[in-house]
């Protein structure tokens, strides 16, 4: 089933979809770009397709792009080209929902902006009927959701996702190597693994060597194998990863570690395609892919001598896949959620957490869903519905998640084992298909997890007192409270929700701090033109 | 030119895209019943909204003043329109059989044909 908006100003295309096409769920008709932009705030992260007519016959004040609603042609091409530029609106939230435009191209009075092709569809008014929008919703849902789920790998729909994802699968199925770069825990190994690997269309293993838990002397041996008696200790003939993963993939996470007598041997096999064990003198081709990961600048690494020139330039360093962190995918914070869920599902101890719950209040076996708002969500037969009210959605945005997609598994899972746990202890609820993820574990578990150091540096802020001989001590303690809070608002970029979690352990005292600030005379609006 | 090319694609949106809208979703497989409701919805209710309903005879009798003269496309409409026209209360009541019926439907799609070679003809000459 999909959720498509229905933004049109006649009744009938909606009425006709309910119809025709039941199996999936219509919001709307919104007749207008303000009913549109309410329903895109309730259903926005449920919406699978909107559905846009283009020629809006409706009453002037809630045409948009109408600056002078006496004047007879202006009002007239606002109404042909509402739809148009309710779609330019819409990208600017929306920017990869996909629409279906209900008109033909040609006929589009204006162009369209280049921002909105990628996901903008069109169907031709005469070819409107059920079979065609059936067919086009079923093909827009099935890439959507198939970019969505690629088995452990959540890719989200970001534009800058969707380019890496684009980019990996013609990689993939090249020769040459590839770099993968971007911060730590943004799931390089994961795709490594489970995208790259399986698009490569190799048949043999997929091998992985992380080079920061090798010792430089053994580096090479695991690399490239060794011959009985190269070593001390070497007491049989042993296969590298090379060679283990023949016709397959080899994966080197960390590659900013491999000692530079490594390197040369790597560069010879990536020149040659052939592995000489250490200690050998024998030469095995070998046909691997080979993907290197790294949250290192090794050009920079290049200009302090400690990586090779030559070898980074056999890497393909010119198409490096740099995954974005976790802040800059345009993530959908529920369905990420979901994505986590699901896997953290995988591990046995939560499945029993899981079962033992529903056992206890005598529930037949459900599966997870999340649920945001502060109401209960209606009931969905065999459904328990995690339900993270505002607030733990409100601190789920705000932490800036530095160990990125490791970090958010980590911290969901739990999350969830936590409230599992706490919720084998309490007996029979009312509702037990609806379980709050409370903000106040979700806030000790990211302050737990926070790595950040902004809050003060090591050796302290360094305050300037100057004390008179007529000075009230408050006087004095104000004076260190005002250039305290000064540093607190600039080391928190202003955000006030910030500096209460510091001073509070509640981001919601926000206003507190706000209140402390006027009384202590600092004007906010002065400091932020200083950030 | 480009008042007649306007005028043209309003007839074209407002009469030749609903006309025979419900009908062509519906299929022509479809039972009697369901068809004669798709064509009274077509044609008795053609703009339907907030607004309230509007039949293709009031709709084509504001659309077309502006379009006057400009060719024969226009008297197709006309003819179409005035069959219907003559079967308009076996419309109403839904007793039209199932000749009078398809006669109708190809009348419906006649229409909005001659709106949409009539709005392609004045955007290649405007």
């Known amino acids: 089933m999909a959720h498509v908006l229905v933004i049109d100003d006649q009744d009938r295309t909606?009425?006709?979809?309910?119809?025709?096409?039941?199996?999936?769920?219509?919001?709307?008709?919104?007749?207008?770009?303000?009913?549109?932009?309410?329903?895109?705030?309730?259903?926005?992260?449920?919406?699978?397709?909107?559905?846009?007519?283009?020629?809006?016959?409706?009453e002037p004040e809630d045409l948009i792009g109408l600056d002078d609603p006496s004047n007879a042609a202006a009002l007239r091409k606002a109404k042909r080209t509402q739809g148009v530029l309710i779609l330019e609106k819409l990208r600017l939230s929306h920017p990869d929902l996909p629409v279906i435009l209900m008109t033909a191209r040609d006929d589009l009075p204006i162009e369209l902006g280049d921002a909105a092709e990628e996901f903008t569809h069109f169907l031709e008014d005469d070819d409107l009927d059920a079979n065609a929008l059936r067919a086009q919703i079923a093909n827009i849902v099935q890439a959507r959701r198939g970019q969505e789920q690629e088995g452990p790998i959540y890719w989200g729909n970001s534009i800058a996702m969707r380019r890496v994802r684009g980019l990996l699968?013609?990689?993939?199925?090249?020769?040459?190597?590839?770099?993968?770069?971007?911060?730590?825990?943004?799931?390089?190994?994961?795709?490594?693994?489970?995208?790259?690997?399986?698009?490569?269309?190799?048949?043999?293993?997929?091998?992985?060597?992380?080079?920061?838990?090798?010792?430089?002397?053994?580096?090479?041996?695991?690399?490239?194998?060794?011959?009985?008696?190269?070593?001390?200790?070497?007491?049989?003939d042993r296969k590298g990863a090379f060679e283990e993963a023949d016709g397959g993939t080899l994966f080197l996470d960390e590659v900013g570690n491999l000692s530079l007598d490594a390197q040369k041997m790597l560069l010879t096999v990536l020149q040659e395609g052939i592995v000489t064990r250490v200690g050998d003198v024998r030469e095995r081709r070998v046909d691997v892919k080979l993907v290197v990961a790294t949250n290192e600048d090794l050009r920079g690494m290049v200009r302090e001598g400690t990586f090779r020139a030559d070898l980074l330039m056999r890497l393909n360093?010119?198409?490096?896949?740099?995954?974005?962190?976790?802040?800059?995918?345009?993530?959908?914070?529920?369905?990420?959620?979901?994505?986590?869920?699901?896997?953290?599902?995988?591990?046995?101890?939560?499945?029993?957490?899981?079962?033992?719950?529903?056992?206890?209040?005598?529930?037949?076996?459900?599966?997870?869903?999340?649920?945001?708002?502060?109401?209960?969500?209606?009931?969905?037969q065999g459904v328990i519905q995690l339900l993270f009210p505002k607030?733990?959605?409100?601190?789920?945005?705000?932490?800036?998640?530095?160990?990125?997609?490791?970090?958010?598994?980590?911290?969901?899972?739990?999350?969830?084992?936590?409230?599992?746990?706490?919720?084998?202890?309490?007996?029979?609820?009312?509702?037990?298909?609806?379980?709050?993820?409370?903000?106040?574990?979700?806030?000790?578990?990211?302050?737990?997890?926070?790595?950040?150091?902004?809050?003060?540096?090591?050796?302290?802020?360094?305050?300037?007192?100057?004390?008179?001989?007529?000075?009230?001590?408050?006087?004095?303690?104000?004076?260190?409270?005002?250039?305290?809070?000064?540093?607190?608002?600039?080391?928190?970029?202003g955000d006030f929700q910030e500096m209460a979690r510091v001073l509070m352990g509640d981001p919601d005292c926000a206003r507190k701090v706000q209140l402390r600030f006027n009384q202590l005379g600092l004007k906010v609006r002065e400091l932020r033109s200083r950030l | 030119m480009s008042a007649l090319l306007d005028a043209a694609q309003d007839a074209r949106h407002d009469l030749g895209k609903y006309i025979c809208m419900n009908q062509r979703?519906?299929?022509?497989?479809?039972?009697?019943?369901?068809?004669?409701?798709?064509?009274?919805?077509?044609?008795?209710?053609?703009?339907?909204?907030?607004?309230?309903?509007?039949?293709?005879?009031?709709?084509?009798?504001?659309?077309?003043?502006?379009?006057?003269?400009?060719?024969?496309?226009?008297?197709?409409?006309?003819?179409?329109l005035a069959r219907l026209a003559g079967h308009q209360d076996a419309i109403e009541t839904g007793t039209l059989n199932e000749a009078t019926l398809a006669a109708c439907t190809a009348d419906c799609k006649s229409i909005a044909d001659a709106l949409k070679r009539l709005t392609r003809r004045l955007q290649k000459e405007s």
């Not at chain 1, 010119?318 to 974005?324: E, K, N, R, S, Y």
């Not at chain 1, 029979?428 to 409370?438: F, L, M, T």
Request: net charge neutral; aromatic share 8%; proline share 7%.
């Open chain 1, 169 to 236: 699968q013609t990689l993939a199925k090249g020769r040459l190597p590839i770099i993968l770069g971007g911060p730590t825990g943004t799931g390089k190994s994961l795709i490594a693994r489970h995208f790259v690997h399986p698009h490569s269309q190799r048949s043999g293993a997929f091998v992985t060597v992380d080079l920061s838990t090798l010792p430089d002397n053994l580096m090479a041996t695991h690399l490239f194998g060794s011959v009985k008696g190269a070593y001390t200790g070497s007491i049989a």
């Open chain 1, 317 to 380: 360093p010119a198409c490096t896949v740099t995954l974005p962190s976790l802040a800059e995918r345009g993530l959908d914070w529920v369905k990420l959620l979901g994505f986590c869920v699901e896997r953290a599902l995988a591990g046995p101890y939560l499945r029993e957490l899981v079962t033992q719950y529903t056992q206890a209040q005598g529930m037949p076996p459900c599966t997870l869903q999340i649920s945001d708002g502060d109401k209960a969500p209606a009931s969905i």
């Open chain 1, 14 to 58: 909606s009425a006709l979809c309910q119809r025709s096409i039941p199996e999936h769920s219509y919001h709307g008709p919104a007749r207008s770009w303000s009913e549109a932009r309410r329903m895109l705030r309730r259903y926005g992260r449920r919406l699978d397709v909107v559905l846009l007519d283009v020629n809006f016959d409706i």
């Open chain 1, 391 to 493: 607030r733990s959605m409100a601190l789920i945005r705000k932490h800036s998640w530095p160990g990125n997609l490791r970090e958010f598994s980590m911290t969901v899972e739990n999350a969830l084992l936590f409230t599992f746990a706490e919720q084998a202890q309490v007996g029979k609820v009312e509702r037990p298909d609806v379980i709050q993820v409370r903000p106040r574990l979700l806030r000790d578990l990211l302050r737990e997890n926070s790595t950040e150091s902004s809050e003060a540096p090591e050796e302290g802020w360094q305050a300037q007192i100057a004390v008179r001989p007529n000075e009230t001590l408050n006087k004095v303690a104000a004076d260190v409270e005002r250039q305290y809070f000064t540093q607190l608002f600039f080391a928190h970029k």
């Open chain 2, 25 to 80: 979703w519906l299929g022509e497989q479809s039972p009697l019943p369901e068809r004669m409701e798709a064509l009274q919805a077509d044609v008795l209710r053609t703009q339907s909204g907030p607004k309230g309903d509007q039949d293709a005879f009031s709709l084509w009798s504001r659309l077309r003043p502006p379009l006057e003269g400009v060719g024969s496309e226009l008297e197709q409409v006309d003819s179409a």
